[in-house]
Every structure is written in C-alpha cells, then in structure tokens.
C-alpha cells in the first residue's frame, strides 16, 4: 500500500509528535466561532484527513480532549497546552491545523462558515455560507 509522503508535526513543547500521511481530504480556512475561540485567531487554516492517515508518534498520553459538542473533539497538549488536531466523527475525519505541520505544503481551497467572518479576506477562493453539501451544510455559496 503507498501512503504517500509523510509531513511530521508536534506541539508547541514537542512533547507530542504526530505524521500525517498522503494528501488531505480538503484545506481551507474556517470562520466559525468555535474555531476562532479556539484558536484565538480571526481565522483557522484547516487539513481535513481521514483518520488512519494522522498517527500519533510521541507523547500519546499526554493530549487531553475537550468537546463542547459531540460533532469535534478538540485534542491539545497537557503540558503546553498548543492546540494540535480535532476529530470530526460525524464527517469521519480529522483536522489538522496547518500550522502545527511546518513542512505540509498547504493550499487552501475554500472558506467555510464565511459568514460568521470576523475577518473578511478577498482571495478568489469559494466563500461558503457553512460547509459543502457533502459534509452536510447547505451549499450555500457567498460573495466575497
């Protein structure tokens, strides 16, 4: 079986490792207020990845998790507290945050959740109301 390249990523402590493999579902940037709490930040640069594709490699027990709802389980560092992925079993996947895999060449593709912007950023990219269809939101597209 080909995984294809492997990007390795960690915390901001480096007490937990992870790699990602192959190539992600979907990358864009989110809007939502969960995300924007979450990551203190007007905007978040998010990897969608099926989940056997994301392996933890260090520091397993040293991620705690917190879900406000039952759709993300945000996952973070005991020790650093730096924020590194959140799954997303309703979707069945995982996202990594961009920032934490230094060496991922990351390409976003679309904005969901556009319209809760707090920022609002004119790049081309397609500007969605929530999220696609297919991982069912509404389609909805918006201007920029």
Not at 55 to 63: F, H, K, Y
Request: net charge positive.
């Amino acid at each position: 079986m080909n995984i294809g390249r492997v990007y390795k990523g960690s915390c901001f402590c480096g007490a937990v490792h992870f790699t990602v493999s192959g190539e992600p579902v979907a990358m864009g940037y989110c809007h939502c207020e969960s995300c924007r709490h979450w990551s203190a930040a007007p905007v978040n640069a998010f990897t969608l990845w099926k989940p056997e594709a994301v392996q933890i490699t260090r520091g397993a027990d040293n991620l705690a998790t917190y879900n406000k709802t039952p759709h993300s389980y945000r996952k973070w560092c005991k020790t650093c507290g730096g924020h590194v992925f959140t799954e997303h079993p309703g979707m069945g996947l995982t996202d990594v945050y961009a920032a934490v895999i230094p060496d991922f060449p990351y390409n976003a593709g679309v904005h969901v959740h556009y319209e809760e912007s707090k920022l609002r950023i004119k790049d081309g990219l397609p500007k969605m109301k929530d999220v696609p269809k297919e991982m069912g939101g509404s389609g909805v597209s918006l201007s920029e």
